[in-house]
C-alpha cells in the first residue's frame, strides 16, 4: 500500500480518483490548489503525487518543479486532458505522463511502474 | 558594184540573208530593222564597207565611223539595261523579303528569311552565311546559326534540289523554317562553338564592323596578322564579307557571308546590296528577340500569377483551418475533464455492480460511448495540433517500425499480419515525427478497421523522385472513390465522426507540411494508402 497525494481542481476527478486508486489498495489525499498541495506534503508523508497540469489560475507544472526541487525522491505522474505538454521540457522533470480519459487503466498502469520503480 | 550583203536590197527572200534565223522571218520584210539588228554585225556588211572604201567612197569611212559609234552606244545601253534589270530584280526581293520581316515576330521565322535570301541563288547567291549575336549582356558574339553546304558534295545536291523544286524565295524561306532549320542548327555546330567573340577586344574584324557600322570584306585572311586565326580556321576561308547588324544604335550582330564553294569573287555590289538588306535584318532580328523575350516574362508573370492566387488560397484556408482548430481545441478540452468523470465514475460502478444487475448494460452503454467520444475527440485534438506542425530531421524505416511495433498488440487481436518492406538505402526526411506518426498509426488502424475477419497490412518505404514514400496498402475490400473522397475531407460526413476523421487528419498534416497524401485502390485489390514526405535538403 502506498500514500498517494491526487493534486486536480475539479473535486469530481478528485472523488474518482480517490475512488479507484483507493481501490487498489492505496491511501489517497486530495489537494484543489497548489498551496493545498504544498501544504499537505509538509505535513505527512507521501510516496506519489499524481498532479493535474492545468490547475485554477495556476500552473501544475510550477508545483512540479517545487516539488523536484525540495523533495527530490517523491515521484509526480502529470495526469492532464492536453497531450501537447509531454513535448514540453518542463514536464520532463515528472517520472510520468498520462492524458486523462474515463478508462483509468493507464493512470493506474503508471502508478504501479512509478511505485515499482521507487521500490514500493 | 556587186555587194556581198543584203543590206542594200528592200526586201529579202526567205534564205537570203544568212543572220535571220527562225522566229525573225519579219526581217526580211522590215528593212530598217533588218540593217540595225543583223547587217551591222554581218562580216559580209564589213566586207562590203571595205570595198567601199578602196573604191574611193567617201561614205565608206563615215558610215564605218558611224557604226563603231552606234555599236559602242549599244553597249553602254544594254549595260545599263542590265544593271537596272538587276536593281529591279533587287528592290522587288528587298520588298518581299521587308514584308514577311515586317510582319513577322518569330525569331526563327525572320533568321530563316534571313539566311535564305543571303544564301539563295534568286537572293544574294552567297555560298555560306553564319549569324552571330550579342548575349543579353552585350559582352560577346556568340555563334548562332550557319547555312550553306559543308562541303562540295552537299552543295551539288542543294543546288539540284533547288533547280529540281523551283522554289520562290519565300517558299524556300518556309521550306527552311519548316523542314531544315533544326538541322541547320546542328550542322554547323562545332564550327559556331568556336565562335564567340569578346564585343571589349576594339581589334577584332567582327567588332571592328559594328563600331565603324558599314561592311568589311576581308581577304587573304590566312596571311593577314590582324585576322582572329580560330575564327579563320573555323570557317575555312580566306575571303568573306563581315556584315554588321545595327538597330536603332545597339549592336545586335554580325553575319559573316562567303563564297567557299565556288570562290566567286564577292563584288562592291554584293557588298552594297547586303548592307542595305542588313538594316532591315537587324531590326526584324531585334523585334523578334524582343517579342520573344516579352513572351517570356509574360509565361513567367503568368506563372508567378498563378502561384500568387495559390499561395492567396491557401492563406484563407490555413486562416479558416486555424481559426476552426483554436475552436475545436479549446471545446474540446472543455469537454474531456466532464466526459471522463462520466464515464470514470460509470466504470467504478459497474466494476461494484453485481452480475446479474439490470444496470450493468446501461453503465457499460455509458462508458462505451464516452470511450467513442474520446476518441473523437483526440481524433480533433489531433487535427488542431497539425496546424503548427514541429519539423525536424527523422528517419522515416524507424519512424514506420515503431508505429507497427506499437500497434503490435492490436494487429494480432484482429488476426492481420503486417509485413514490412523498407529501403534502408533511405535519406532522412524533415518531418514533425509526432505527426507523421499519428499519420502512420491512424493508417494502418483503418486498414485493420477495413479487415473484420483480419487480413494483412504492407508496410513499404522507398525513394521515388525526390520524394520518400511510405506506402501502407491492405488486402481487404477496395473502397469506394466516393468511400475515398468523404474519408479525405475533414468533417466532410458529421454522421461517422470518429470513425472517418483520422484519415482526413492525416492529409490535413501532409498537405500542411508540404507533403502529399494519395488514397487508391490498386488493380489487385485492397485499399493503398501513399504518404509522400520530402528528401532533408541537406542530404541531397
Avoid at chain 1, 68 to 75: G, Y
Avoid at chain 2, 340 to 354: E, K, N, P
Wanted: with cysteine.
Amino acid at each position: 500500500m502506498a500514500r498517494l497525494l491526487v493534486v486536480d481542481d475539479e473535486s469530481s476527478i478528485r472523488l474518482l480518483y480517490s475512488q479507484e486508486l483507493a481501490d487498489d489498495g492505496h491511501e489517497v489525499a486530495t489537494a484543489a490548489t497548489a498551496a493545498e498541495a504544498v501544504e499537505k506534503i509538509k505535513e505527512s508523508e507521501f510516496d506519489l503525487i499524481v498532479l493535474d497540469i492545468k490547475l485554477k489560475n495556476e500552473s501544475g507544472l510550477d508545483l512540479l518543479q517545487k516539488v523536484v526541487k525540495e523533495r527530490h525522491n517523491l515521484p509526480v505522474i502529470l495526469c492532464t486532458a492536453f497531450s501537447c505538454f509531454k513535448d514540453d521540457f518542463s514536464a520532463w522533470l515528472a517520472d510520468g505522463y498520462v492524458v486523462k480519459s474515463s478508462d483509468l487503466t493507464e493512470l493506474k498502469e503508471e502508478v504501479k511502474r512509478v511505485l515499482a520503480k521507487k521500490g514500493k | 558594184m556587186d555587194w556581198v550583203c543584203c543590206w542594200h536590197r528592200k526586201i529579202v527572200e526567205p534564205g537570203g540573208c544568212p543572220n535571220i534565223g527562225e522566229g525573225e522571218e519579219v526581217l526580211y520584210t522590215s528593212y530598217q530593222r533588218r540593217v540595225l539588228e543583223k547587217c551591222i554585225d554581218c562580216p559580209n556588211f564589213r566586207k562590203d564597207l571595205q570595198k567601199m572604201q578602196e573604191s574611193g567612197n567617201p561614205l565608206g569611212e563615215v558610215v564605218s565611223f558611224l557604226l563603231g559609234e552606234v555599236r559602242e552606244q549599244r553597249g553602254k545601253l544594254q549595260s545599263m539595261v542590265s544593271f537596272l534589270d538587276s536593281r529591279e530584280r533587287e528592290i522587288k526581293f528587298l520588298h518581299e523579303i521587308s514584308l514577311v520581316l515586317q510582319t513577322s515576330v518569330d525569331l526563327d521565322e525572320v533568321l530563316s528569311v534571313v539566311m535564305t535570301a543571303i544564301t539563295a541563288g534568286k537572293g544574294f547567291g552567297m555560298n555560306r552565311a553564319f549569324l552571330l549575336l550579342a548575349d543579353k549582356e552585350r559582352k560577346f558574339l556568340r555563334g548562332y546559326l550557319g547555312v550553306g553546304p559543308r562541303n562540295d558534295g552537299e552543295a551539288w545536291a542543294i543546288w539540284e534540289d533547288i533547280q529540281r523544286d523551283d522554289f520562290t524565295l519565300k517558299e524556300m524561306a518556309r521550306d527552311f523554317y519548316q523542314t531544315k532549320l533544326t538541322s541547320e542548327k546542328q550542322k554547323f555546330h562545332d564550327v559556331l562553338k568556336r565562335m564567340t567573340i569578346p564585343m571589349a577586344d576594339p581589334n577584332h574584324v567582327l567588332v571592328r564592323a559594328l563600331r565603324e557600322k558599314r561592311p568589311i570584306l576581308v581577304e587573304n585572311a590566312f596571311q593577314n596578322p590582324e585576322c582572329d586565326h580560330s575564327l579563320v580556321q573555323a570557317l575555312g576561308v580566306d575571303t568573306f564579307l563581315v556584315t554588321p547588324l545595327i538597330s536603332r544604335n545597339r549592336r545586335i550582330g554580325v553575319i559573316i557571308s562567303d563564297n567557299c564553294i565556288t570562290r566567286k569573287r564577292i563584288t562592291p555590289q554584293d557588298v552594297q546590296s547586303l548592307e542595305t538588306f542588313a538594316f532591315s535584318v537587324a531590326f526584324a532580328i531585334e523585334r523578334a528577340s524582343l517579342y520573344e523575350r516579352l513572351q517570356e516574362e509574360l509565361l513567367k508573370v503568368t506563372a508567378v500569377n498563378v502561384k500568387l492566387k495559390e499561395q492567396q488560397e491557401l492563406i484563407v484556408k490555413m486562416e479558416r483551418m486555424a481559426l476552426v482548430g483554436k475552436i475545436t481545441s479549446s471545446i474540446a478540452h472543455s469537454i474531456r475533464n466532464p466526459l471522463m468523470i462520466i464515464g470514470g465514475f460509470a466504470r467504478t460502478l459497474l466494476r461494484g455492480a453485481a452480475d446479474d444487475d439490470p444496470k450493468r448494460e446501461y453503465l457499460e452503454s455509458i462508458g462505451q460511448q464516452v470511450r467513442q467520444l474520446e476518441e473523437v475527440l483526440e481524433d480533433i485534438l489531433n487535427y488542431s495540433d497539425s496546424l503548427y506542425p514541429a519539423l525536424d530531421t527523422w528517419d522515416v524505416n524507424q519512424l514506420v517500425s515503431a508505429v507497427c511495433r506499437e500497434l503490435n498488440g492490436r494487429l494480432h487481436e484482429r488476426r492481420v499480419a503486417c509485413r514490412l518492406r523498407l529501403d534502408t538505402s533511405l535519406p532522412p526526411a524533415r518531418i514533425d515525427y509526432k505527426q507523421v506518426a499519428y499519420c502512420v498509426r491512424t493508417i494502418v488502424n483503418a486498414a485493420m478497421e477495413g479487415m473484420p475477419e483480419g487480413g494483412e497490412i504492407r508496410a513499404e518505404t522507398r525513394r521515388e523522385n525526390g520524394w520518400i514514400l511510405v506506402e501502407i496498402s491492405d488486402n481487404g475490400v477496395a473502397l469506394s472513390p466516393e468511400r475515398i473522397d468523404a474519408m479525405t475531407t475533414p468533417f466532410g460526413s458529421t454522421e461517422e465522426l470518429g470513425s472517418g476523421l483520422g484519415v482526413a487528419i492525416c492529409k490535413t498534416i501532409m498537405e500542411k507540411h508540404g507533403n502529399l497524401f494519395e488514397v487508391d485502390t490498386p488493380p489487385g485489390g485492397g485499399t493503398r494508402y501513399i504518404i509522400k514526405l520530402p528528401v532533408n535538403r541537406e542530404e541531397t
